[in-house]
């Protein structure tokens, strides 16, 4: 029995570093989506508060990943206003543990206010 446990766990342990040695080949696509905000309790005081962001990406060499993303929040809450964001980003992924290092830009607009946010992250 103990065998068997072993060998069921080289197993998995082949399958998945095989899968994570593939998902970083030049040609493979990312896209992703979030929704937040949205509570399942609801009373009169509460306004309507709600979240969404696109993500989308391509590998264009093995390793290096260029990705596009959006950005929308709206909040009912009176003098808070809606936030946009749109942003592009290059990630370099490091295969033997799976981390990135990415860095880009991203353009945020809520009601008057306007900025442009470059940005360096480790993921």
């Given at each position: ?16 570093s ?76 490091i ?23 470059p ?5």
């Open positions: 029995m103990l065998r068997m446990k072993k060998l069921v766990l080289a197993a998995a342990a082949l399958l998945v095989l899968g994570a040695n593939a998902q970083f080949e030049s040609g493979k696509q990312y896209c992703g989506a979030s929704l937040t905000g949205l509570n399942l309790s609801y009373n009169g005081s509460q306004d309507l508060n709600f979240g969404v962001q696109a993500k989308a990406g391509y590998f264009v060499e093995d390793d290096w990943m260029l990705l596009g993303h959006a950005e929308y929040t709206h909040s009912g809450q009176d003098g808070v206003k809606d936030y946009f964001s749109a942003g592009v980003q290059a990630r370099y992924y295969e033997q543990n799976g981390l990135y290092l990415g860095f880009g830009a991203k353009v945020v607009h809520s009601g008057s206010y306007n900025d442009f946010m940005g360096v992250e480790v993921g």
